[in-house]
């Protein structure tokens, strides 16, 4: 069983949709949680960053994370063209933590 | 503002060639790391380095070498390059003792090896 599953995509909704990604993963000593995007032909950026269980809202993105399910979110509301990129989740185990474990990433399409 | 840079965009290289990649960070963070990404596998992390002349093999450090004289600059060596290094390379850094241990990464270089 791979550490991180992530669902490769595309993704493609129209304009205005809520958007679901989704991650599971087998390792539940994971603490922190993170989403970053990458636009094409650049390097990736964060997005959101949870700690434990719980949503963190941040203007039209939620970060969701069950820790019981293995569970993680990350959902987009009013889905805009240029929400349009590859999403990766990340989970590390505690700040000491140097390596930080990727999903392989969502490519998500929003259609005008 | 953060900034991580890497010396090339894109690179053509012929097979067997020595092959160096550059990497420079402006934010004084002690972690630097070397990642490739390729389609349907992600990014697999190559080696990192917790300091000046220290360094970690990742996931997948064979046919690559690095070097990191000093701390803002991180270098990934292919000491002969094969055609299945053809890969976008991203170069990543973080701070030691942050709120959390954001990656913060450069814009890649797509190489490719004929």
């Known amino acids: 069983q791979k550490e991180v599953e992530q669902d490769p995509g595309p993704l493609s909704v129209p304009e205005g949709a809520i958007v679901s990604l989704n991650c599971t993963y087998s390792?539940?000593?994971?603490?922190?949680f993170m989403w970053y995007r990458q636009y094409s032909r650049k390097g990736p950026e964060l997005l959101m960053y949870t700690y434990s269980s719980g949503n963190k809202e941040d203007g039209r993105f939620t970060a969701q994370v069950d820790k019981s399910s293995k569970y993680i979110s990350l959902f987009i509301r009013d889905s805009q063209p240029s929400d349009s990129a590859t999403y990766l989740c990340a989970m590390s185990l505690d700040l000491r933590d140097d390596k930080i474990i990727f999903g392989k990433g969502t490519r998500l399409h929003i259609l005008p | 503002d953060v900034k991580v840079t890497q010396s090339s965009r894109y690179l053509v290289k012929r097979t067997g060639e020595k092959v160096f990649l550059e990497c420079v960070q402006d934010m004084d963070h002690e972690n630097m790391f070397w990642y490739r990404q390729d389609p349907g596998l992600g990014l697999r992390l190559i080696y990192f380095s917790y300091d000046v002349k220290m360094k970690e093999k990742g996931d997948i450090p064979e046919g690559y070498s690095v070097s990191r004289e000093k701390k803002e600059r991180f270098s990934l060596i292919l000491e002969s390059a094969s055609t299945n290094q053809t890969s976008m390379y991203l170069c990543a850094s973080t701070l030691v003792g942050a709120s959390y241990n954001e990656q913060f990464f450069g814009p890649g270089t797509r190489l490719t090896v004929l």
């Open positions: 390792n539940s000593a994971f603490q922190y």
